[in-house]
């Protein structure tokens, strides 16, 4: 039997606010233990929630962005647990009433193009955090840090949508760019401000009924998530062609050993015992206020990216690289701007800056080498000042050291030669100093002229220009 | 000097007739002197009341302009935080919890120069009408010292009749400031939903608990109102309403006033004299210039149970938050997170408040939430609706706070459904998050009996203007206890 698995996401995304949801606490990352709390997100006895009004902007523009319905009115709720590190032994959430309700998001994975829809997006704190390990007697005792009680986020819960592992970590990893993206979200994974649920089951194709699921929680990347769900999926198979059944239960993903293993069962499932949040009122969202939010969105990564293969005659490969980041694609439109070259500007971009940045750890933003800068490099490239080598040393010089290109190359004489004369003298020197190359090449070993090519530019210390370098070498070669 | 009201005494003092350390010795002596027998505080805060009264005093020397409570005493309830006050909600589980912060209405009442003498008891987490559900043992009636002082504030009831002091706050939850100002014979306001700030009262039923003030006439509980009342950013569930003078609508006039009785409501289970002083008192107001007329309030007989849902529904989730991890008690040498957890919940609770967690958390569970909870929220809007349609043809409602004047200690108390239903007549107010108040209006046995009278939102003016018109033309408000 084939079987085929089937996925949904639940998606926990930080909001980049600087206080909190419900308090004016910093939601600052690694500060010290229990250094960003107050009466309110410590639970202290007679304190309430205040809803913090970026948190719920932030989460319109999610919402926009990801084609949601935002309803006019949602109801906070109160799920409740016991837990240390829930203060008030209840998460402020929402739950009949969210603040969004379906949309969608394009994922491509092989070719495959699957539109996967969204259930709805809701509005919650998070919890504080354990300390179960680092201290002298974490051996009977666990510590609790509450900075991170009351941070906001939103949980994004996909409909069953998703067919294959890979598709899944696509989806989260779409997800993040576009949060990252509308600066709603850091996308730091590692520090939690994003975090996947996945919901797996697996039927046989062609059976329309889904399997039972399993839910698999603690999948914190994009490789953890991939690698979460192959595993799962794998394990669901086999139990059934075991003869097994496939239980619904809660697994945790453990990272060090790429399996999954049983948390609880069903059976052991919290009543959560959810109500409307009696101390909040009903969150109403007008119309004026989806509009300003509206009216604040960068153009999404999707329609910019359409945009400038169609403006700028983009390859769609090189549009996709310029708009991973809303930072990127500004400083790309700078340089084509500036420089009137917007080819030549993708493809230094998205080939030798794109590598710099990555070597480097750095984002756009952190470049030393600015978009008039870099215009300029580009200007002085396409009317053969200089030469596609010399214009990479000059900018890696540019970007060591902040210097303008026009007078790197003119105080380290960079600028391309294309003298007859001198180019000449240069061939006829390395001609006459590898007799063996050139032998080879007459002998009929064409792939020797790309080393003499190479000789000769170096002669020229990069800066002979390559085609008239090319052209005289060839002449020079079958002249003798 | 402790017979004085509030507003007497701030005059005295702002005219210099009187000096806040002298008020504040006198109404400390007379605390320290009945308290032993009243049981009505668990923390008197002698050092921190004088200081502050001194500086009042200091302020007035300087020819600061002063507060419109200045050097006024006044004791709250003990579920009010109070920033460095020992603040217990008459609960073992928070034996010890000092808060590190200030209420809204402690901010607001110091920064109008009030003296705060202290905390005052009541039924634990203010679940109770009896003022029994307290760790540090009932508080005792003024009036005759083996009744209730009524509950859940009976602690403040109790201080304001025995003159204590001359005004306190309460919380009202189903009836916890008017039962015991009924039972006390002093006046107990409880304000529309949504008045008074919540921010720094512990909470029993969020949906339902506000703060109120208690005290012996209309004038005074106006005062402390104007004081308290207002929209408060740390607290969602304040209206924007503006804050009217409360005192100016005190012009002692009750003439066109239009009161409802909903005498279908009443005809059941009231002890004859309460039905009787209530009976006069309309009658006096009637005389004064007020109509009365009958109205309906057909979904008010469903008030208890819609309450005792919805409360405890609330509560056991309010409660949560008492789990040992982080303040107030915590078992020791539990062995395991669970054991912890449920022993220091079981040792920090007593019988009534753990009662209700149970039952509010069956109230909220999967397959009853629909049952009950939900049930219980339509029948709320039901009520609510009930009232709107009696508003159309009249001002106010009145009917008895307490179907029976103070009961005895001890006589309700292994019959928790008895006790429930002396809320009959409280819990509908803010069900339907209506203002209402208690007034004194005769005595059975010596013992005080309270008309109480329900508003339209935001409408306590009206309440505080017929209660003063009524004072003024009968004399139980100056009844004073033997004690």
Redesign the interface.
């Known amino acids: 039997m084939i079987f085929e698995p089937v996925i949904g996401l639940e998606i926990h995304a930080q909001l980049r606010t600087r206080t909190k949801i419900f308090c004016g606490c910093s939601t600052a990352f690694g500060a010290p233990p229990n250094s960003q709390v107050c009466p309110v997100c410590l639970g202290m006895p007679g304190a309430l929630p205040v809803l913090n009004r970026q948190a719920v902007d932030y989460a319109i523009k999610a919402a926009l962005a990801l084609g949601c319905d935002i309803q006019a009115g949602s109801i906070f709720a109160r799920k409740n647990y016991f837990y240390p590190d829930l203060p008030k032994g209840y998460q402020i959430s929402q739950y009949e009433r969210p603040l969004a309700l379906r949309g969608g998001l394009e994922i491509t994975v092989e070719g495959r193009t699957t539109l996967v829809g969204l259930t709805r997006i809701h509005m919650e704190e998070d919890a504080g955090k354990s300390l179960h390990e680092g201290f002298h007697d974490s051996d009977r005792r666990t510590y609790v840090d509450y900075n991170r009680s009351g941070v906001p986020l939103i949980e994004i819960v996909s409909e069953p949508d998703m067919r294959s592992a890979a598709e899944g970590a696509e989806f989260f990893s779409r997800l993040r760019d576009i949060l990252v993206w509308l600066g709603v979200n850091d996308g730091n994974m590692e520090e939690g401000s994003l975090r996947c649920d996945a919901n797996v089951s697996v039927r046989p194709v062609g059976q329309e009924a889904f399997g039972t699921k399993a839910e698999v929680k603690n999948v914190n990347s994009f490789r953890y998530l991939q690698k979460a769900l192959e595993y799962e999926i794998e394990r669901q198979i086999a139990v059934i062609e075991g003869g097994g059944r496939v239980l619904q239960e809660t697994r945790l993903w453990d990272s060090a050993t790429d399996r999954t293993h049983s948390m609880r069962s069903k059976e052991e499932a919290h009543d959560y015992r959810y109500f409307p949040e009696p101390d909040l009122p009903p969150l109403v969202v007008d119309a004026a206020r989806i509009e300003a939010v509206r009216a604040s969105m960068p153009m999404l990564p999707a329609e910019r990216k359409q945009r400038f293969v169609a403006a700028y005659g983009l390859s769609e490969y090189d549009a996709g690289v310029l708009t991973q980041s809303v930072e990127l694609a500004d400083y790309f439109e700078a340089v084509a701007a500036e420089s009137k070259r917007a080819k030549l500007a993708a493809n230094t971009i998205s080939g030798v800056v794109m590598f710099m940045l990555k070597d480097r750890n750095m984002t756009i933003d952190e470049f030393p080498v600015r978009p008039p800068d870099l215009s300029t490099l580009l200007v002085l490239l396409d009317t053969n000042v200089i030469s596609n080598t010399v214009a990479k040393d000059v900018l890696g010089k540019m970007v060591e050291s902040g210097r303008d290109p026009r007078e790197i190359v003119q105080t380290e004489g960079l600028a391309q030669n294309s003298d007859e004369e001198s180019l000449l003298s240069i061939i006829r020197r390395v001609i006459a100093g590898n007799g063996d190359a050139v032998a080879q090449y007459r002998a009929g070993k064409a792939q020797t002229f790309g080393f003499l090519v190479g000789q000769v530019m170096k002669g020229s210390g990069g800066t002979a220009n390559p085609r008239l370098a090319t052209e005289l070498l060839k002449r020079e070669l079958s002249n003798t | 000097m402790v017979q004085q009201t509030a507003r007497a005494i701030r005059d005295d003092i702002a005219q210099g007739r009187a000096s806040a350390s002298d008020v504040c010795r006198a109404f400390l002596e007379r605390t320290q002197a009945l308290n032993p027998t009243l049981n009505a505080f668990n923390h008197v805060a002698a050092d921190r009341a004088l200081a502050r009264a001194k500086a009042i005093d200091a302020q007035r020397a300087a020819g600061a302009s002063l507060g419109p409570l200045a050097g006024v005493p006044i004791a709250l309830k003990d579920?009010?935080?109070v920033r460095g006050m020992r603040?217990t909600?008459s609960s073992k589980i928070?034996d010890t919890?000092v808060?590190?912060?200030d209420?809204t209405v402690v901010q607001r009442l110091e920064a109008a120069g009030a003296v705060i003498l202290g905390k005052t008891n009541c039924d634990e987490f203010a679940m109770g009408s009896s003022n029994e559900n307290s760790a540090y043992g009932p508080v005792r009636n003024p009036w005759a010292t083996d009744r209730t002082p009524g509950g859940s504030s009976g602690g403040s009831a109790a201080a304001v009749a025995a003159r204590c002091v001359p005004v306190a706050l309460g919380s009202d939850t189903g009836g916890s400031v008017r039962q015991p100002g009924s039972f006390c014979g002093v006046i107990g306001l409880k304000p529309t939903y949504g008045r008074v700030s919540?921010?720094?009262?512990?909470?029993f039923?969020?949906?339902l608990d506000q703060i109120g003030p208690l005290g012996r006439t209309a004038a005074d509980a106006a005062l402390v109102l104007s004081v308290i009342a207002g929209a408060d950013?740390?607290?969602?569930?304040t209206a924007r309403e503006p804050v009217p003078d409360f005192s100016a609508a005190l012009t002692g006039d009750v003439k066109g006033v239009r009161i409802g009785v909903p005498r279908t409501f009443m005809a059941d289970g009231v002890d004859p004299a309460v039905l009787r002083a209530v009976d006069d008192a309309l009658a006096t107001l009637n005389s004064a210039g007020a109509t009365v007329v009958d109205v309906e309030l057909p979904h008010a007989k469903y008030a208890i149970p819609v309450y005792y849902l919805v409360a405890t529904?609330?509560a056991?989730?309010n409660?949560?938050?008492?789990?040992g991890?982080?303040?107030g008690h915590r078992a020791d040498d539990a062995k395991t997170?669970r054991e912890m957890?449920s022993r220091s919940r079981d040792e920090g609770f007593g019988p009534e408040v753990k009662r209700r967690i149970m039952l509010g958390?069956y109230v909220?569970?999967?397959g009853y939430?629909d049952a009950f909870?939900l049930k219980a929220l339509q029948v709320r809007t039901l009520l609510r609706r009930d009232y709107e349609q009696a508003f159309e043809k009249v001002d106010v409602v009145a009917m008895p706070t307490a179907p029976t004047p103070a009961f005895r200690l001890g006589d309700k108390t292994d019959d928790p459904l008895q006790m429930y239903l002396a809320d009959i007549f409280t819990v509908s107010a803010p069900l339907a998050g209506l203002p209402a108040i208690s007034v004194p209006c005769g005595f059975a046995d010596g013992l005080p009996i309270g008309l109480q009278l329900t508003g339209r939102f935001f409408d306590e003016s009206m309440l505080l203007r017929i209660a003063d018109a009524y004072e003024r033309v009968t004399d139980w408000s100056r009844q004073s206890p033997a004690i």
């Open positions: 579920n009010m935080s603040t909600a928070l919890y808060p590190v912060y209420a919540r921010y720094g009262l512990l909470a039923a969020s949906s950013p740390c607290d969602a569930t529904a609330e056991s989730s409660l949560a938050r008492y789990d991890v982080k303040y997170l957890y958390t909220l569970s999967a939430y909870y």
